[in-house]
């Protein structure tokens, strides 16, 4: 690592050969291997970008120029060049972030790790600089060609394009994938693009040819070389972003660095928009990735560097647990259609896929339009089952709202990492979609606690053909299978009594202390914190209830038989299932109080599941000692009366 040790900044690039640069680029790669494959980690997407990120700082002077980076899965190499090169936390708590970082680096401008929004983010920046009078400051977005398969991206091109003075520099990273091969029409159109090359060795051949010619040779050169940009659109049609008023320079081989920042240099120079168009090969250098056709290790766990296979091996996961069924469905019922963004593999689509190829439909990174295709799917008599992570599902909102539930339309949609997710940070926690979609009439929404819940309360949700269900379950190993005593209206019973005859609590009192509502995969949590309440004399009855939208109508009757209710959920407090049920109990005149227990309405940092769950008070110890306290306050204020 004798080169890579030597760059504290972008700017002690300047000082290297063409030679040393290449030889710092594998130094790069080899780096990224043995400390991603030691942490886990986006590890595909960074090898396919080191030439890239070398050239844009050799081009651009960051933080002046302004570097940003779509999703930001790929800015390891971008944090590596600019002074940070501890990767031995990467993605842990008091490490590196998987993604851009304000708080790391003023190289860093924003922390965006949902994809499409990079160039509304460089419109705006653009503009604000125009507005200060610092016209020499381009703003450069990296975009991967998945991105572009959002809408929002082609909103901001759209706005970008109108400003012909507006020095924005889109580098298009075209790797044929996003997470898997990106599919599309935009995709098919980047996939012709990258034929122009063979149009640039024509031209080079006609001008050789020609150039001998005597007489009419170098006249009909010039004519051909006139046409360019006609012969150019005829074999691969560019004109699409030339036609909204973008320069197009491209495509350029994006593991070149003369080529690259040849062009970066022509695009920085122009004064308005310009699109370099940069093919790269995600996962480049490692052969484990470059023959891993799923994603070519876009994201892993701990792995051997040597041959890329897992170093532990992982339970059955919640994931595969949902794809499994989802098959079995797609067996039994034709009208079952499935639908991604551009996440088939993650959430465990792809078997679905293989079974059933015709009834899969991938929309690429476009949450909002997965919906409301969902929505048309569904009018016409099909059940769609869209599968997103819980983080996503935000963007779709307003099409679940107004175009799914206002027309009363079967749409299932799961919800993949729910809760605390861990390491990707505070964008991909999936703490908001039982607060948002509190608020979208007629939806049901379940929680599953285990591996038994998913595959139920999934074939329960398809059943609904007059309302959006939505299943949501957490992220990663699903433990072992919690058991129900029985079920009150439509509630498990976990523990305790399963009526207000069958125990009594202290001091006579009829009614047992606590009536603790365990949401998904708090079960195990929960039935932990009623031991501990039990070491202490005091009694609880913990139920699931599977469905926490709408509140279950028994729930106050059995909330009347305890003296407090406590909600545990792995989600944010505020709107969420906790308020629901508070809700549910003064609509009923049940006069209790009640405690929840939530995620606090704050961005989490990065660290693992377990370490945040703790920071934020969401283990057993954490609830006993709280419900302790709270029971003891009641025992104060009964004797006192």
């Known amino acids: 690592m004798a080169l890579l040790t030597r760059i504290r900044g972008p700017r002690d690039l300047d000082r290297l050969t063409m030679p040393q640069l290449a030889a710092l680029a594998q130094e790069i790669r080899g780096f990224l291997v043995e400390e991603v494959s030691k942490t886990g980690g986006h590890l595909g997407p960074n090898l396919g970008v080191v030439e890239l990120t070398i050239a844009l700082h050799r081009v651009f002077d960051s933080p002046r120029d302004r570097i940003l980076f779509d999703t930001g899965h790929q800015s390891y190499v971008h944090k590596l060049l600019t002074g940070r090169q501890d990767f031995s936390r990467l993605k842990m708590k008091g490490g590196l972030s998987g993604y851009p970082s304000r708080a790391e680096s003023e190289h860093d401008v924003i922390e965006n790790s949902h994809a499409s929004t990079v160039l509304g983010y460089a419109d705006g920046l653009a503009k604000a600089n125009k507005i200060q009078g610092h016209r020499d400051?381009?703003?450069?977005?990296?975009?991967?060609?998945?991105?572009?398969t959002g809408g929002m991206a082609w909103e901001a091109l759209n706005n970008i394009a109108d400003c012909k003075d507006l020095p924005v520099v889109i580098v298009v990273n075209d790797?044929?994938?996003?997470?898997?091969?990106?599919?599309?029409?935009?995709?098919?159109?980047?996939a012709t693009l990258r034929t122009t090359q063979n149009y640039e060795r024509f031209l080079t051949w006609g001008k050789e040819a020609l150039q001998r010619t005597p007489v009419v040779g170098q006249p009909l050169f010039d004519t051909l070389h006139g046409a360019k940009k006609g012969l150019k659109d005829f074999?691969?049609?560019?004109?699409?972003?030339?036609?909204?008023?973008?320069?197009?320079?491209?495509?350029?081989?994006?593991?070149?660095?003369?080529?690259?920042?040849?062009?970066?240099t022509k695009a920085r120079g122009f004064g308005g928009p310009v699109i370099v168009h940069c093919?790269?090969?995600?996962?480049?250098?490692?052969?484990?990735?470059?023959?891993?056709?799923?994603?070519?290790?876009h994201a892993v766990g701990v792995i051997h560097p040597e041959t890329g296979l897992p170093i532990k091996s992982a339970g059955k996961d919640w994931?595969?647990?949902?794809?499994?069924?989802?098959?079995?469905?797609?067996?039994?019922?034709?009208?079952?259609?499935?639908?991604?963004a551009a996440m088939l593999h993650p959430v465990g689509l792809a078997p679905f896929a293989k079974a059933f190829p015709d009834r899969i439909f991938d929309v690429g990174i476009a949450e909002q339009h997965a919906a409301v295709s969902a929505a048309g799917l569904a009018t016409n008599g099909l059940h769609p089952v869209v599968a997103v992570y819980a983080t996503f599902l935000n963007r779709a909102f307003d099409q679940v709202l107004m175009d799914v539930a206002l027309h009363k339309l079967g749409v299932t949609f799961v919800l993949d990492r729910?809760?605390?997710?861990?390491?990707?940070?505070?964008?991909?926690?999936?703490?908001?979609?039982?607060?948002?979609?509190?608020?979208?009439?007629?939806?049901?929404?379940?929680?599953?606690?285990?591996?038994?819940?998913?595959?139920?309360?999934?074939?329960?949700?398809?059943?609904?053909?007059?309302?959006?269900?939505?299943?949501?379950?957490?992220?990663?190993?699903?433990?072992?299978?919690?058991p129900s005593l029985g079920r009150i209206g439509g509630m498990d019973v976990l523990r305790g009594r399963l009526s207000s005859d069958s125990s009594a609590g202290s001091d006579g009192d009829k009614r047992a202390d606590v009536l603790i509502v365990s949401v998904g995969a708090m079960a195990t949590v929960?039935?932990?914190?009623?031991?501990?309440?039990?070491?202490?004399?005091?009694?609880?009855?913990?139920?699931?209830?599977?469905?926490?939208?709408?509140?279950?109508?028994?729930?106050?009757?059995?909330a009347a038989e305890h003296r407090m209710v406590v909600t545990v959920e792995d989600n944010g407090r505020t709107g969420g299932v906790g308020a629901a049920i508070a809700q549910a109990l003064r609509d009923a005149d049940v006069d209790l109080p009640l405690r929840d227990f939530g995620i606090p309405q704050e961005f989490l940092d990065h660290a693992k599941r377990e370490e945040i769950l703790a920071e934020i008070g969401l283990t057993a110890p954490d609830i006993a000692r709280k419900v302790t306290e709270a029971v003891a306050r009641l025992d104060r204020v009964t004797v006192e009366a």
Request: hydrophobic share 40%; with cysteine; aromatic share 4%.
């Open 137 to 148: 400051r381009p703003v450069v977005a990296v975009i991967g060609d998945g991105a572009l």
């Open 175 to 190: 790797n044929e994938r996003s997470y898997s091969p990106t599919i599309g029409g935009l995709a098919n159109h980047l």
């Open 235 to 264: 074999i691969a049609p560019q004109g699409m972003f030339e036609d909204l008023g973008l320069k197009y320079i491209g495509p350029i081989d994006g593991h070149d660095l003369q080529a690259l920042e040849s062009a970066l």
């Open 279 to 297: 093919i790269t090969e995600k996962g480049r250098g490692y052969h484990a990735a470059e023959q891993n056709d799923e994603d070519r290790f």
């Open 319 to 340: 994931t595969s647990v949902f794809g499994e069924e989802m098959v079995a469905l797609g067996r039994e019922r034709k009208d079952i259609v499935a639908i991604t």
């Open 418 to 482: 729910a809760g605390v997710t861990g390491t990707d940070g505070a964008s991909h926690n999936g703490m908001w979609d039982m607060s948002i979609l509190q608020v979208v009439p007629g939806l049901r929404l379940a929680a599953p606690r285990d591996a038994d819940q998913v595959r139920a309360q999934l074939r329960e949700a398809v059943e609904v053909g007059d309302a959006p269900t939505v299943v949501r379950y957490s992220k990663g190993t699903v433990g072992p299978a919690v």
């Open 526 to 558: 929960c039935l932990e914190a009623a031991e501990l309440l039990a070491a202490q004399g005091i009694t609880s009855t913990v139920v699931d209830p599977r469905w926490v939208k709408p509140v279950d109508a028994a729930l106050p009757g059995l």
